[in-house]
C-alpha cells in the first residue's frame, strides 16, 4: 500500500471514529414534452454520522498502538487530564470538519 492511500485509509477511519456530518443531495427529474429530462426538485440535507468504536478501536491498535504501554503507567488525575486533552482536540476536528463541510462543492 502506498504512503498516500495509507494516509487516504487512516483519515477515513479517524473521521468514521470521531464523528462527522454530510450533505446528502436528492434530485428528482422529469420528462419535458421535447422528452429531456429535467430537474424538478432538490433537496439538501444535513446528515450526522455518529462516532464508530469498533473504527475507533481499529485506529488505536494499528495507528497508536504504542501508547497503550504510556497510559498503563499513568496515574488516575494524569488519565482525567489526557482525556480533557483528547476531548479538546477531537472537539476542533469536528469543527474543522463542519468548516470543510461548509465550505462550497469542489465537485
Do not use: C
Amino acid at each position: 500500500m502506498s504512503e498516500l492511500d495509507e494516509k487516504k485509509l487512516k483519515d477515513a477511519l479517524i473521521k468514521k471514529a470521531v464523528g462527522y456530518d454530510a450533505k446528502e443531495e436528492v434530485k428528482e427529474f422529469v420528462v419535458d414534452e421535447e422528452g429531456r429530462e429535467v430537474l424538478s426538485k432538490k433537496k439538501v440535507t444535513k446528515k450526522h454520522y455518529s462516532p464508530d468504536l469498533s473504527a475507533l478501536k481499529l485506529v488505536l491498535d494499528r495507528y497508536y498502538s504504542d501508547l497503550t504501554a504510556e497510559f498503563e503507567n499513568m496515574t488516575e488525575a494524569e488519565l482525567l487530564q489526557e482525556k480533557a486533552r483528547l476531548l479538546q482536540l477531537l472537539e476542533e476536528e469536528r469543527k474543522s470538519a463542519n468548516r470543510k463541510m461548509q465550505a462550497p462543492d469542489q465537485m
